[in-house]
């Protein structure tokens, strides 16, 4: 009988969907001055990323289900992150147009979004760059990673631990905080390429456009 060429392991797809639910509704309560897309159009691939999410558990796993939502994946992040940057830009231009029309708790709330955004979306842009995606990492641990997980080492503790989305949520958020990674070690050049594009849109958005808010509300 010929083995199945699908993993037989299905990481936990529902963290993911309320993932991209909270960048859906953050989206939309953006500022239309701020927002670059219109409403409806952020949802097509939002809804297009969690059919294909669906997919995965309902086939089994099947390798074109895998290659579906991974591709579907990155292109909704690479959708949103253009928007993300776009609307980082218009803040920064906001912040210093003295008559411009946000104020002082637009500003600071949208740049909070903006923040957020950006967490969830690298969280999933790693998680599914990584090692080829979380199927492929389960099936071939011949692969090497872009990062090593101080969990790697634990093998008497932990055998066989592989990274879930949880930990690449956990790696974007110490990354976007601390703008470096933590106990995370970046291996590939494209990790490290990652990393610095993070810090440098939290350094921006935190430093910059969160402080000028705070500055308008206190004045």
Known sequence: MRPSSAPQTIES???VALTI????VLLTVLPDRIRVF???LTYLPGIAI???IALVPLTGGKPRALHFERWITLLFCL???????????HLIFEMFDPSGNLDGLELFTSSVAVWVISILIFALTYWQSDRGGPEVRLSDRRR????LFP???LDAVLPNWQPTFVDYLFLSYTTATAFSPTDVSPITARAKLMLMAQSLISLATILVVVSRAINILGS
């Open 79 to 89: 959708f949103v992150g253009v928007g993300m940057l776009t609307g980082l830009r």
């Open 13 to 15: 797809r529902w963290p």
């Open 151 to 153: 969990e790697a080492d």
């Open 144 to 147: 090497p990673p872009d990062w």
């Open 50 to 52: 969690l059919v294909a």
């Open 21 to 24: 639910g909270v960048v859906l």
């Open 38 to 40: 219109s409403v409806w």
